[in-house]
C-alpha cells in the first residue's frame, strides 16, 4: 500500500498562491490515480481535484477551476497542487488521497472511491 504525506500548507493573505505537495512511498506510485480533497472547519470533505495515472486527465470541482492546477511526477511519486487567487474561502484542511486502479486514464472524483489518505496540511486564507 502507499503512504502519502502532505507539505506546502500555510497562512497567505487573498490573493497569493501555495504549491501543496504530497509524497507516496511504498508501493509504485504510478498504479494509483490520485486527488486532493478540503475540509473547512464544520463543513464536509469536498473534493478538489483529481489525476489519472498517467497523468493525462484531470478534473476539478467547479470553485475553483482556473485557479487550481494538479500535476504529478511519477518519477518523484508526488503529487501537487498549484493554488493561485487564494480567496478566504479556501481555507481548509487539503488532504490528498490515492486508489489503486487498472485504467490509466479514469480520474475518481468521490471520496468513496480511494482509499489511501494523508494526514492533511492546512491552508489558511486572510482577508
Known amino acids: 500500500q502507499v503512504q502519502l504525506v502532505e507539505s506546502g500548507g500555510g497562512l497567505v493573505q487573498a490573493g497569493g498562491s501555495l504549491r501543496l505537495s504530497c509524497a507516496a512511498s511504498?508501493?509504485?506510485?504510478?498504479?494509483?490515480?490520485v486527488g486532493w480533497f478540503r475540509q473547512a472547519p464544520g463543513k464536509q470533505r469536498e473534493f478538489v481535484a483529481a489525476?489519472?495515472?498517467?497523468?493525462?486527465?484531470?478534473y476539478y470541482t467547479d470553485s475553483v477551476k482556473g485557479r487550481f492546477t494538479i500535476s504529478r511526477d511519477n518519477a518523484k511519486s508526488t503529487l501537487y497542487l498549484q493554488i493561485n487567487s487564494l480567496k478566504p474561502e479556501d481555507t481548509a484542511v487539503y488532504f490528498c488521497?490515492?486508489?489503486?486502479?487498472?485504467?490509466?486514464?479514469?480520474?475518481?472524483?468521490?471520496?468513496?472511491?480511494?482509499?489511501?489518505w494523508g494526514q492533511g496540511t492546512q491552508v489558511t486564507v486572510s482577508s
Open positions: 511504498g508501493r509504485a506510485f504510478s498504479l494509483y490515480a
Open positions: 488521497a490515492a486508489v489503486a486502479i487498472a485504467s490509466r486514464d479514469y480520474v475518481p472524483r468521490q471520496a468513496p472511491e480511494y482509499d489511501r
Open positions: 489525476i489519472s495515472r498517467s497523468g493525462g486527465n484531470t
